[in-house]
């Protein structure tokens, strides 16, 4: 199977956005709408997400936009410094502001037993947490939220990777989300190869990434 690094995902997605030039909050659009393909609408009703302040946020926020018109119940939760948001994730959650669509930030112990209650009573917990970039152990109220993601969720899908798993290795920093399914973008990771019991079964799709990144990031003729 064709594995790529993080940091070779990283100069493919840079490289269609500098050089090609499509727009990064479209390649945020087609990943979400990738994700939303692989979720049955016609059976899941309820949806918790538990979304970070970098792009891997941004994307379950728009998840969360196109649950939400599609007339789905949708508890949105964000966990980080919001004053470090990522561009992108801040063009989608001024979108979901401008709807009224409200979310609880988790920032103490009292939010994470909103989040319990949520994903007690909801079908389908999405986790768009952290993205391939994270490298360092995860602890406090990051560790405490993906331990009650894993404890109390029904069914859990992960966007791009589970938040926690190291996207090179395979290796658990920490801890990590143990979701049932994982849509992961343009290839397969490396760390996702032999990461079953985490990641579940993993689904690649394309966003709109040109033949030609790949190629002029791994020097393929």
Do not use: W
């Amino acid at each position: 199977m064709f594995t790529i690094s993080c940091s070779e995902m990283k100069a493919m997605d840079s490289y269609a956005i500098n050089s090609i030039g499509i727009p990064s909050i479209v390649l945020m659009e087609n990943a979400a709408l990738k994700v939303l393909k692989n979720i049955d609408l016609e059976k899941i009703d309820s949806f918790t997400l538990v979304c970070g302040v970098g792009n891997n946020g941004g994307d379950g926020l728009a998840i969360a936009r196109h649950l939400v018109l599609a007339n789905k119940a949708v508890d949105l939760f964000i966990i980080g410094n919001l004053d470090k948001r990522t561009k992108d994730f801040n063009i989608n959650l001024n979108i979901l502001n401008n709807l009224g669509i409200d979310f609880i930030h988790i920032t103490k112990d009292e939010d994470l037993k909103k989040l319990k209650h949520s994903l007690n009573i909801s079908e389908l917990a999405i986790d768009s947490i952290f993205g391939i970039g994270l490298t360092r152990e995860i602890e406090g109220l990051f560790r405490k939220t993906i331990d009650i993601i894993n404890k109390y969720s029904k069914d859990i899908i992960s966007v791009d990777i589970p938040s926690g798993l190291d996207g090179d290795t395979g290796q658990v920093l920490g801890i990590s989300v143990k979701a049932k399914k994982t849509v992961t973008f343009h290839h397969m990771k490396k760390g996702l190869i032999n990461s079953k019991e985490y990641a579940g079964d993993v689904i690649v799709e394309d966003i709109g990434i040109p033949d030609k990144a790949t190629k002029m990031v791994l020097g393929i003729e």
